[in-house]
């Protein structure tokens, strides 16, 4: 091999992308990423970077087997233009931790916050700061436990200013001392929201990819908090617009929110009045075997879900919890070219155990590099204890033995193509199909099984998120074996193990197909239901989906419909084309739709690939 020559190749590669980029000419390239704005100076800048960071990891960083197998279509490493800097994908951060023992964000020391007010304003900036330190994801895991102690010092607050008043001895001091507590949560629910969504504090001018987990909390505070939290995302932005983020997920537990006479059910229905106007809260399923599996009676160990669907639970090196923990990084493979390589089922499975194992290798070799990081490159997210085990550690230490707490995940797109290059059906349309497909996703669970045991790291398999990547592994395919019915004729493959968006089944059958595939994928995993219309005066049939998937094995779900608002006058409501009540024209009607797991209002930033995979997804009556 001409090593120079290869490298060459490379850089003049890189220079035709940047040429792109700066040109505008290949929107794909510009649009990977749907929440990034490629046109504005950061964004633009932060592409370049990204290009040039890409570059380095593959020409410098990856083994020279690991490329090859790039170069052929066969897998993919995620945030490679995040590789050199060696930091980890997410984190589920403990958010009460952090404020009841204060941070430092570097420019000086934050102590404990004294209501609610400050509590979440506090929250904002520990979503800020750590978005520094991680590409992927942030999120809080026990947001209703965490901040209800500063609903309750709110409360007193109020109680002991009331106490300074010359009132009448009949005066209900507490009741008015809770309904000026109650107007400080909403306030400060409103005021985080609005945060979370005018943060550009992330690579490419981008808001932090916020998650937040809740439900469980039946405390008068906790209760208190997720009812003005849902009250004001009803209320969305300031003029009117849908929240992008955070990412809101509702934890469903039978006994605690699920039943007419559990002390949250009141809280569930409002979940699902908001989810109907709002699409978010998602759904996570508590009561599921492989969740449920971890609780222990503790707001700790409940099991929670990350943006559009990262889970982080089991653990071989420390406590099973999310707590402090999150992805160190994960790995996709193309399952439709592997198919269309093999002659047979069986040569089919000796491929994807030569690529899991090379998969597993290069996960590992990911690791070494993060792990000869110090404390002192991340110091947020080390130095404050946000990473479980970190707060004890020297700023020169490597991070070699916390990280073990984190996961590394195997992830794969095109499970419906795949099976139709190996039976003409996919497992939508045929049990046959179905079974095959349940027997490839639990071969590949039990080879990273195997991995776990063999290399003591928490080797786990995850439904990939693909956005860019599934237009990227098609066009290839595409170029090299035709066009193909079923299988390469669309620019996207299907992510993970979904049925294909095209395909008309009904949403209790798509509910059905999908839910055995949750369990086997224990990094993450999501169902979606796509509607045909406005859900905000049909919470009922919201109600039955999400029992649905209660009932079937889903451990992470949520409903799509579409949310649209005129940006003219602001009528909300399903609009086909132009506005019903202004006349104002399509481009002036805002569209909220849901890509890969979170939301969008402007499809024109979305990629050619996700555009048509948007346009052909069958809506269910």
């Known amino acids: 091999m001409n090593t120079s020559l290869d490298i060459a190749s490379a850089s003049d590669k890189l ?12 929107k794909d390239l510009m649009q990977e990423n749907a929440n990034v704005d490629g046109r504005s100076p950061m964004g633009m800048m932060g592409k370049m970077a990204s290009e040039s960071a890409r570059w380095y990891a593959v020409e410098r960083l990856l083994s020279p087997d690991v490329r090859q197998a790039m170069d052929n279509n066969l897998l993919y490493p995620h945030d490679l233009d995040f590789y050199a800097s060696g930091t980890t994908t997410c984190c589920q951060i403990p958010l009460g931790k952090l404020l009841r023992l204060g941070f430092n964000t570097g420019h000086g020391h934050m102590r404990e916050p004294q209501d609610i007010k400050s509590a979440l304003a506090l929250a904002s900036i520990i979503l800020q700061a750590n978005q520094n330190q991680q590409h992927g994801g942030q999120a809080y895991p026990m947001f209703d436990y965490d901040l209800a102690p500063y609903v309750r010092k709110t409360y007193e607050r109020h109680m002991r200013y009331i106490a300074t008043l010359p009132l009448d001895p009949s005066f209900d001091t507490e009741a008015e001392a809770w309904r000026l507590a109650e107007r400080d949560v909403y306030q400060a629910c409103e005021a985080f929201i609005h945060n979370a969504n005018s943060m550009h504090s992330r690579g490419g001018g981008q808001v932090p990819f916020i998650s937040i987990n809740y439900g469980t909390d039946t405390s008068v505070e906790g209760r208190m908090l997720m009812r003005q939290l849902l009250l004001a995302t009803q209320a969305g932005l300031g003029k009117g617009e849908t929240p992008i983020f955070p990412i809101q997920i509702f934890k469903v537990k039978t006994g605690v929110n699920f039943e007419p006479e559990d002390p949250n059910y009141d809280i569930y229905l409002l979940a699902l009045e908001t989810t109907a106007q709002r699409l978010f809260p998602n759904f996570a399923f508590l009561d599921a075997t492989f969740n449920a599996q971890y609780y222990d009676g503790t707001a700790e160990s409940e099991a929670c879900y990350m943006g559009c669907r990262t889970r982080v639970m089991g653990n071989v090196n420390g406590k099973e919890t999310a707590l402090g923990r999150g992805n160190l990084s994960f790995t996709s493979l193309n399952l439709v ?41 991340f110091a947020f997210l080390m130095k404050q204890g946000v990473w479980r085990g970190s707060e004890a550690l020297r700023a020169e230490e490597e991070l070699r033995e916390v990280l073990k707490e984190g996961t590394l995940s195997v992830g794969f797109i095109g499970l419906a193509e795949a099976l139709v290059a190996l039976t003409g059906e996919h497992h939508g349309q045929s049990e046959a199909a179905w079974k095959l497909g349940l027997r490839i996703v639990s071969h590949m669970r039990k080879r990273m099984d195997e991995a776990t045991d063999a290399t003591g790291m928490n080797m786990t398999l995850i439904a990939t998120p693909a956005e860019g990547l599934s237009g990227k592994f098609t066009h290839k395919d ?97 609009i086909e084309e132009d506005c019903p009540v202004c006349g104002s024209p399509g481009d002036q009607i805002e569209r909220i739709r849901r890509i890969t797991g979170y939301l969008v209002g402007d499809m024109n930033k979305w990629n050619s690939a996700k555009r048509s995979e948007e346009s052909e997804r069958v809506k269910h009556g």
């Open 15 to 26: 220079t035709c992308s940047l040429h792109e980029i700066i040109d505008g000419g290949n």
């Open 478 to 574: 595409r170029a090299e074996f035709g066009c193909r019915e079923g299988i390469t004729d669309r620019n996207y493959y299907t992510n993970s193990f979904h049925v294909p968006v095209y395909y008309d089944v009904k949403a209790y059958d798509k509910i059905v197909i999908e839910g055995p595939f949750h369990e086997l994928c224990n990094a993450g995993h999501i169902t979606y239901v796509e509607l045909d219309g406005s859900a905000k005066a049909n919470t009922r049939a919201l109600n039955q989906l999400i029992r649905a998937m209660a009932a079937n094995g889903i451990g992470y779900g949520s409903i799509n419909h579409p949310v649209d608002r005129c940006r003219a006058c602001g009528h909300h409501d399903t």
């Open 337 to 377: 070219r592997l198919a269309l390589l093999s002659a047979n089922v069986s040569d089919f499975f000796q491929r994807l155990d030569e690529l899991l194992s090379l998969s597993v290798k290069q996960l590992l070799e990911r690791y070494e590099y993060q792990a000869k990081k110090q404390v002192q490159d």
